[in-house]
C-alpha cells in the first residue's frame, strides 16, 4: 500500500499526477491525505505557520496509524516530511517513507529544521528526493554528514493541465514570473532596452520591491502584485517568450520552465546546474549574462517568421514532455519503494 501525504487540498492539487499514475501504471493501492482548504486562505502569516504545524502533525498520526509495517508513505512537502519521519520514530513505527522536494538548503536553517533533517538522514528508511543532480552534496555539507539516502527526481510536466501546440500569438509580450531568486533588476534593464518589446512580470511585491528599490519601471513593463496561481498561468498562457532570469545558483524556476514548453511557448532562462537539463542539446535556451547579447536574443525569437518560431518551440516541448513526464517518476519510485 502507498500512502501519499499532499500540501495542497484535494480541488486545488497540481500534484495530483502523482496519485494517478501510481494508480494507473503500478498495481499498488494508493491513497491519499490532503490539506484542508481553509489554510490557503488564511491572511495572517503567524497563525497560518501554527496551523500547517498542527495540521502537519495531525495527518502524520493518522496516516502512521491506518499504515501497516510494508506500506510505503510518501510526503510531498519537506517539512511535514520531516515531522511524519520524526513522529513515525518517536511511535517505532518505522515505515518506508519517500519525502519530496528537498530543494537547496539555506544557510539560515533554524537549529530545529537541521535536527529534524538530521534525524531524517540518520533513518535508513527515509528516503529523500532531490530535483537536481548537485543537490545532495549542497545537503551533505549543510548537514556535516557522509552519507544520504537519497533518489533525483526531477520536476515534471502535470499531466492533468492540458499541452498546447505552440502557435503564434497575436498580442505578442514576454512574461516573467515566481517568487524566488528572480533577477527582477536584470530584467527591468533588458525591458529598458527593448521599448518596442511589451513585458508582464507577475512578482511577489515584498521580493520584488526590495530587490528593485529606486529603480524605475520602464513604460513598456506591467507588474501584476502576488496574483493567485490561476491568473499567473494565464498570463504566461497567452506570451510569446517566458523569461527566467535568475540570481543565484539555487534551484528555482524549474515549474515555469516545465509550464512553458506544456503551454507552447520558448523560454529563456539563466544556466544553473539545476536548469541545464531542461535546455535541448540543439536549441539555445540560455538567457546571456551580457544585456546586450540577451536583447539580441529576445528580439531574435519574436522576430522570426512563424514557422521557424513553432519549430524551434516543438523541439523545446518535445524535449520537456520526452524526459519530464509524470511516468518517469513512478518508474524510480518503483525501484526504491
Not at 508513505?73 to 517513507?97: A, D, E, Q, V
Not at 533554524?110 to 530535483?131: E, G, M, T, W
Not at 533588458?190 to 528593485?212: G, H, P, T, W, Y
Not at 540570481?247 to 539545476?274: D, E, H, M, P
Request: glycine share 2%; net charge positive; proline share 5%.
Amino acid at each position: 500500500m502507498i500512502y501519499i501525504i499532499f500540501d495542497r487540498p484535494q480541488n486545488n492539487n497540481d500534484k495530483q499526477w502523482l496519485f494517478d499514475t501510481l494508480k494507473e501504471k503500478t498495481n499498488f493501492d494508493v491513497s491519499a491525505f490532503y490539506t484542508p482548504s481553509f489554510l490557503l486562505q488564511l491572511k495572517i502569516p503567524a497563525v497560518s505557520k501554527i496551523l500547517c504545524v498542527l495540521v502537519a502533525v495531525y495527518m502524520s498520526i493518522k496516516c502512521i496509524v491506518v499504515s501497516h509495517k510494508n506500506d510505503t508513505i510518501l510526503c510531498w512537502s519537506s517539512m511535514p516530511g520531516l515531522l511524519l519521519n520524526f513522529i513515525s520514530r518517536l511511535c517505532g513505527n518505522n515505515r518506508r517513507l519517500i519525502l519530496f522536494n528537498w530543494l537547496s538548503p539555506s544557510p539560515r536553517l533554524k537549529s530545529i529544521h537541521v535536527y529534524l533533517c538530521r534525524k531524517a538522514v540518520d533513518n535508513p528508511q527515509c528516503i529523500l528526493s532531490f530535483n537536481s543532480y548537485h543537490l545532495p552534496e549542497e545537503w551533505k555539507k549543510r548537514l556535516n554528514v557522509n552519507k544520504l539516502h537519497y533518489v533525483i527526481i526531477p520536476d515534471v510536466y502535470n499531466s492533468n493541465d492540458e499541452i498546447i501546440l505552440p502557435c503564434e500569438k497575436k498580442d505578442k509580450y514576454c512574461f516573467a514570473g515566481g517568487y524566488a531568486y528572480r533577477n527582477w533588476k536584470y530584467l527591468l534593464n533588458l525591458a529598458e532596452s527593448l521599448q518596442e518589446i511589451k513585458f508582464v512580470c507577475c512578482v511577489s511585491k515584498r521580493d520584488f520591491q526590495n530587490q528593485i528599490k529606486n529603480v524605475p519601471i520602464p513604460p513598456n513593463v506591467r507588474v501584476l502584485y502576488d496574483v493567485v496561481e490561476k491568473e499567473y498561468y494565464l498570463w504566461m498562457r497567452n506570451s510569446s517568450l517566458v523569461l527566467l532570469p535568475l540570481k543565484t545558483n539555487k534551484v528555482a524556476g524549474l515549474i515555469n520552465i516545465i509550464k512553458s514548453a506544456q503551454y507552447g511557448i520558448r523560454c529563456l532562462f539563466s544556466y544553473t546546474k539545476a536548469t541545464e537539463m531542461y535546455a535541448p542539446q540543439d536549441l539555445n535556451c540560455f538567457l546571456p549574462d551580457d544585456k546586450v547579447a540577451a536583447c539580441d536574443m529576445i528580439q531574435g525569437i519574436l522576430n522570426q517568421p512563424e514557422e521557424t518560431y513553432k519549430a524551434q518551440t516543438q523541439e523545446f516541448q518535445k524535449h520537456i514532455l520526452s524526459n519530464f513526464s509524470p511516468e518517469s517518476v513512478v518508474e524510480k519510485l518503483i525501484c526504491v519503494i
